[in-house]
């Protein structure tokens, strides 16, 4: 079965401090991946996606992540992070074949002013 | 900008209660979900519609059906209701198109205690 496994449950970290939180995922065929971001109160948004193409793609506020097809991993990175992202982080992969999503069990990241 | 629009923000049940939790979404998209979100465990599917009247099952359907007779509406009903359906219920929304990185549009989600 497609699983999503993200390493780290919950994040501390001070303000600047370099952010990169893991994501590995099982499927053997053509997948889609997403990290989506909840910050406190709202609703999910998308962060970043690949498809297809660089490997490396950027996202909004200054997020980016690497697909790594032979890790089966698609880990998020922020050089700097600010308060402001405190937040939950979901990492989800979409099968092509079937076009569901199967999500990640999050991360909380908690930045320390 | 996409608006999926849940009808609760926050629901209190009782046990045995028959639960409706609406769904509707303003931008004409094919496809519509519902998950749960619970601690520790991500967002789940519970069921998911491509289609007006269509329906199938995601991974975790029991306990559960859904309704989806208009193309902008998908509702998620608790036939009776239990305590371990106490949770955050989200529905989201993508368009079909021809871009496999269609995202899906979430709502607000519905925070409902079963008691």
């Known amino acids: 079965a497609q699983s999503v496994s993200q390493h780290n449950h919950h994040v501390i970290l001070s303000e600047a401090a370099s952010l990169e939180l893991g994501c590995n995922y099982s499927?053997?065929?053509?997948?889609?991946l997403f990290w989506y971001v909840q910050y406190p109160g709202q609703h999910l948004q998308l962060l970043l996606k690949?498809?297809?193409?660089?490997?490396l793609v950027k996202g909004i506020k200054g997020f980016e992540a690497e697909f790594i097809k032979s890790k089966f991993s698609f880990n998020l990175r922020k050089p700097s992070v600010q308060w402001s992202d405190t937040a939950e982080y979901f990492c989800a992969v979409k099968s092509t074949n079937t076009g569901k999503l199967i999500f990640g069990q999050g991360t909380t990241l908690q930045v320390k002013p | 900008d996409v608006k999926v629009t849940q009808s609760s923000r926050y629901l209190v049940k009782r046990t045995g209660e028959k639960v409706f939790l609406e769904c509707v979404q303003d931008m004409d998209h094919e496809n519509m979900f519902w998950y749960r979100q619970d601690p520790g465990l991500g967002l789940r599917l519970i069921y998911f519609?491509?289609?007006?009247?269509?329906?199938e099952k995601g991974d975790i359907p029991e306990g559960y059906s859904v309704s989806r007779e208009k193309k902008e509406r998908f509702s998620l009903i608790l036939e009776s209701a239990s305590t371990n359906q106490t949770s955050m219920y989200l529905c989201?929304?993508?368009?079909?198109?021809?871009?496999?990185?269609?995202?899906?549009?979430f709502g607000d989600g519905t925070r409902l205690s079963i008691l």
């Open positions: 690949y498809f297809s193409g660089d490997p």
């Open positions: 499927y053997g065929g053509t997948v889609n």
């Open positions: 989201a929304s993508s368009s079909r198109g021809a871009d496999p990185g269609q995202p899906q549009h």
């Open positions: 519609s491509y289609d007006v009247k269509m329906k």
